[in-house]
Nanobody
Framework: QVEVVESGGGLVQAGGSLRLSCAAS????????MGWFRQAPGLEREFVAA????????FYADSVKGRFTISRDNAKNTVYLQMNSLKPEDTAVYFC????????????????????WGQGTQVTVSS
C-alpha cells in the first residue's frame, strides 16, 4: 500500500519559520519527483515546490522562491519543505505529492500529474 504522510504544520507569526516533512512509501517516492502544493480556503490548489529523484535540481513557485527550500533524503523516503520568512498569505493546507512515474519530471507544477497525495497539514501564519 502506498502512503504519503505530511507533518510539521502549525501556527507561526509572520517572519517565522516552519519545516514540513513528508514520509512516502514505495512507488510514490522511489525514482519519483516529489512535490509540495498548497490550498487556501476558496482557492485552487497551487504548486509550491518540486524535487526530482536525484535532488540535484529543484523547482519553485515565484511566490516562494528565495524563502522556501525543498529537499529529500532518499534513504529515509522523506521530503522536506523548509519555509522561512513566512507571510500571512502563505496560510494554507500544504500537501505532499508523489508523481509515481519513474524519472518523469515534466509538468512538475501540475497537480494532475501526481498520482499519490497525502492528507495535508495546516500552516497558519499570523500577522
Amino acid at each position: 500500500q502506498v502512503e504519503v504522510v505530511e507533518s510539521g504544520g502549525g501556527l507561526v507569526q509572520a517572519g517565522g519559520s516552519l519545516r514540513l516533512s513528508c514520509a512516502a512509501s514505495g512507488r510514490a517516492f522511489t525514482n519519483s519527483v516529489m512535490g509540495w502544493f498548497r490550498q487556501a480556503p476558496g482557492l485552487e490548489r497551487e504548486f509550491v515546490a518540486a524535487v526530482p529523484w536525484l535532488g540535484r535540481t529543484t523547482f519553485y513557485a515565484d511566490s516562494v522562491k528565495g524563502r522556501f527550500t525543498i529537499s529529500r533524503d532518499n534513504a529515509k523516503n522523506t521530503v522536506y519543505l523548509q519555509m522561512n520568512s513566512l507571510k500571512p498569505e502563505d496560510t494554507a493546507v500544504y500537501f505532499c505529492a508523489g508523481r509515481g512515474v519513474k524519472y518523469e519530471t515534466t509538468y512538475y507544477e501540475r497537480a494532475d500529474r501526481y498520482r499519490y497525495w497525502g492528507q495535508g497539514t495546516q500552516v497558519t501564519v499570523s500577522s
